[in-house]
Nanobody
Framework: QVQLVESGGGLVQAGGSLRLSCAAS????????MGWYRQAPGKQRELVAA???????NYVDSVKGRFTIARDNTKNTVNLQMNTRKPEDTAVYYC?????????????WGQGTQVTVSS
């Protein structure tokens, strides 16, 4: 069982920056991939950014060049640096961890943190 706790959400003006942090209860070196998802009102949850244990990153097109995901193995955290925020970035952001052990795959979610971008 992996527990994930997000922090860093809040209100920011358009063009501003914000950093989200996700603290894991397990050593993240063991975790296959970690990522950030978001869900805006009336919309489906979407992947924003992900990073594998090997450091390979993946971003949704709408945040490329603005957001950066990074792992800190010493602190067991995954951070999402969000720059040049836009109103359409407003959503609840969720931390996700995917753990593959043999043929079994386990998925864990944080409780979510609200991010609001004012225009």
């Amino acid at each position: 069982q992996v527990q994930l706790v997000e922090s860093g959400g809040g209100l920011v003006q358009a063009g501003g920056s914000l950093r989200l942090s996700c603290a894991a209860s397990e050593r993240i070196r063991r975790i296959t991939a970690m990522g950030w998802y978001r869900q805006a009102p009336g919309k489906q949850r979407e992947l924003v950014a992900a990073i594998t244990a090997g450091g390979t990153t993946n971003y949704v097109d709408s945040v490329k060049g603005r957001f950066t995901i990074a792992r800190d193995n010493t602190k067991n955290t995954v951070n999402l640096q969000m720059n040049t925020r836009k109103p359409e970035d407003t959503a609840v952001y969720y931390c996700n961890a995917r753990l593959v052990i043999g043929i079994n795959e386990y998925t864990y979610w944080g409780q979510g943190t609200q991010v609001t971008v004012s225009s």
